[in-house]
């Protein structure tokens, strides 16, 4: 419905001119944030609360954002499980906390760590994160300390590090 200057709405007019205009506001916003990295479904939803945008219309948004796929919590979690652990080095128990926030379905996020953790055993990412370490330090009792906090803040498990933390001289 084409608008003219001095034309005269009526309230139910003007509502469908002001739902149609915030509709296309939260669009222009979402593909805005979509722009700079895939999202989950969750964290754009929060991030369009944060805006003040209603319940109903970012539940409709995301509905259409999925169906024409802007939007997959399967792909956001490969994507993002991938650059946690072949990146950053995380062991299992970070990437799953990492994870929280954009409450993807265990039945989605198993098989991708289960993946990701074949194709990259902790004890290989342990080893190398231990390296990588060890090149700038010396090996004494208080860096093998420091090193084996350094590994439980990435997520790995003692069954993980002994391994590998055992296997070195750590009186030089």
């Known amino acids: 419905m084409p608008l003219k200057v001095g034309q005269n709405l009526d309230s139910k007019e003007l509502e469908i001119i002001k739902s149609l205009e915030s509709k296309t506001r939260i669009k222009d916003q979402a593909l805005i944030l979509l722009s700079y990295r895939q999202r989950s479904r969750s964290e754009l939803s929060q991030r369009l609360k944060e805006k003040g945008h209603g319940q109903k219309v970012?539940?409709?948004?995301?509905?259409?954002?999925?169906?024409?796929?802007y939007i997959n919590d399967?792909?956001?979690?490969?994507?993002?499980?991938?650059?946690?652990?072949?990146?950053?080095?995380t062991g299992k128990i970070a990437?799953?906390?990492?994870?929280?926030?954009?409450?993807?379905p265990d039945h989605i996020l198993n098989p991708i760590i289960d993946k990701l953790y074949v194709s990259n055993p902790p004890l290989d990412l342990v080893k190398s994160i231990i390296e990588k370490r060890l090149q700038m330090r010396k090996r004494t009792p208080k860096e093998k300390s420091r090193l084996v906090n350094?590994?439980?803040?990435?997520?790995?498990?003692?069954d993980e590090i002994e391994p590998a933390i055992n296997n070195i001289d750590w009186n030089e």
Request: net charge positive; aromatic share 14%; charged share 30%.
């Open 58 to 69: 970012i539940e409709s948004l995301l509905d259409e954002f999925e169906s024409k796929g």
């Open 95 to 104: 990437v799953r906390n990492k994870f929280f926030p954009h409450n993807i």
């Open 150 to 158: 350094l590994l439980k803040r990435k997520g790995f498990v003692w």
């Open 74 to 89: 399967s792909d956001f979690a490969n994507m993002y499980a991938t650059h946690l652990v072949e990146k950053k080095m």
